[in-house]
């Protein structure tokens, strides 16, 4: 069992920048592939990226390519979100993931999730 609390979200101007992090409980989390998703109103919930436990592949949408970047911290049970170049359309709920297994953007593929934190991007 694992349990997810992500954090860092926030109001946040076009251009601007967030963090957001995500910690996880439970001894086996560095087994554990990671993932961020979101969520619009009105929305599917849709993949952002995604980290496998070594930290030697990564996975991105198109959409946030070069402009979001995944890592984690196995000591820390702890995965984060950097996010750079802020556009409104990136307004959501964003939600940390953990599976079992490689790499996957399908929310289906992934077993438990957190709460969520708000991430509202103005123009």
């Known amino acids: 069992q694992v349990q997810l609390v992500e954090s860092g979200g926030g109001l946040v101007q076009a251009g601007g920048s967030l963090r957001l992090s995500c910690v996880a409980s439970?001894?086996?989390?560095?087994?554990?592939?990671m993932g961020w998703f979101r969520q619009a109103p009105g929305k599917e919930r849709d993949f952002v990226a995604a980290?496998?436990?070594?930290?030697?592949?990564?996975y991105y949408a198109d959409s946030v390519k070069g402009r979001f970047t995944i890592s984690r911290d196995n000591a820390k049970n702890t995965v984060y979100l950097q996010m750079n170049s802020l556009k409104p359309e990136d307004t959501a709920v964003y939600y940390c993931a953990a599976k079992t297994g490689g790499l996957s953007p399908l929310y289906s593929n992934y077993a438990y999730w957190g709460q969520g934190t708000q991430v509202t991007v103005s123009s």
């Open positions: 980290i496998n436990w070594s930290r030697s592949s990564t």
């Open positions: 439970g001894r086996t989390f560095s087994s554990y592939t």
